[in-house]
C-alpha cells in the first residue's frame, strides 16, 4: 500500500507516527486517510499522469487547477514536478506513489473515469469554479466576442451562439455547442456531491 493511502497508525488504542517500528506482538491497524484530506502549504491543485487523462478534462471542466502529461515522462520527472509546482499527484501507478519527492499523492483506484472523479471530489473536496478552465491545456477562460473567436467557428455556429470564452493561454475558444448537456450533466453531479454534508 503507498503511504499515500495510510491515514492514522493506531497500536493499542493509540495513534503513532508513519515511523513507528512495531514491537514483537504488536498489532497494528492502519486506518483510511480522513476525508475530506487536507493538504496544508499551498492552494489544491493536481498533477495527473499519462492513463487519467479523461479525469484530468472533468476536473479542469470543474475549474480545478489540473496538470496533466499527455506522455509519459516516466516517475523521476512526474514527481519532480509534483514537487516543483506542489500538485497533488493522481495515479494508478503505486510505484509512482511511493516516490519520497512527490508533494502530495493519491491512488485512484477506479478505472472507470465517472468513479475516478466521484472519489477525487469526495477525498479533497476541491472548490469547484466551473467553466472556468481551459480543458485541452488548464489555462484560465476569459469571456470573448464573436469576433474575437470568429476564425474558429464553423459557419452554423457563427449563426446559433453569441455566449463565448476563449482560453487566455492556448486560445482556443468555448461556447456551448453539442455535447453541453453532457457536460452540464457532470457539472451538476459535482456541484451535487461537493455540496454535500459529511
Ligand atoms: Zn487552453
Known amino acids: 500500500m503507498p503511504l499515500t ?5 493506531v497500536v493499542d488504542g493509540r495513534e503513532v507516527p508513519v515511523s513507528h517500528v512495531p514491537a514483537a506482538g504488536e498489532s497494528v491497524t492502519v486506518r483510511p486517510v480522513a476525508r475530506p484530506q487536507k493538504v496544508p502549504g499551498a492552494p489544491l491543485r493536481f498533477l495527473l ?17 489540473t496538470a496533466y502529461e499527455s506522455t509519459d515522462i516516466g516517475d523521476p520527472a512526474l514527481a519532480a514536478r509534483s514537487a516543483a509546482e506542489q500538485r497533488v499527484m493522481l495515479s494508478r501507478d503505486r510505484g509512482l506513489l511511493r516516490r519520497r519527492e512527490l508533494w502530495a499523492g493519491a491512488f485512484v483506484y477506479s478505472t472507470r473515469p465517472e468513479e475516478q472523479l466521484r472519489d477525487v471530489l469526495d477525498r479533497f473536496r476541491p472548490e469547484l469554479r466551473p467553466w472556468t478552465r481551459c480543458t485541452a491545456c ?31 493561454a492556448c486560445g482556443r475558444a468555448y461556447w456551448r455547442g453539442a455535447h453541453h448537456e453532457q457536460l452540464e450533466a457532470i457539472v451538476e453531479r459535482a456541484v451535487a456531491l461537493c455540496s454535500e454534508r459529511r
Request: aromatic content about 4%; charged content about 25%; proline content about 0%.
Open 49 to 65: 499522469d499519462v492513463h487519467l487523462g479523461t479525469l484530468a478534462r472533468r476536473l479542469r471542466l470543474l475549474g480545478v487547477d
Open 5 to 9: 493511502e495510510v491515514g492514522a497508525l
Open 138 to 168: 488548464n489555462g484560465v477562460l476569459r469571456k470573448a466576442t464573436k469576433e474575437e473567436v470568429a476564425d474558429q467557428l464553423k459557419h452554423g455556429t457563427h449563426a446559433t451562439y453569441d455566449v463565448f470564452a476563449q482560453c487566455t
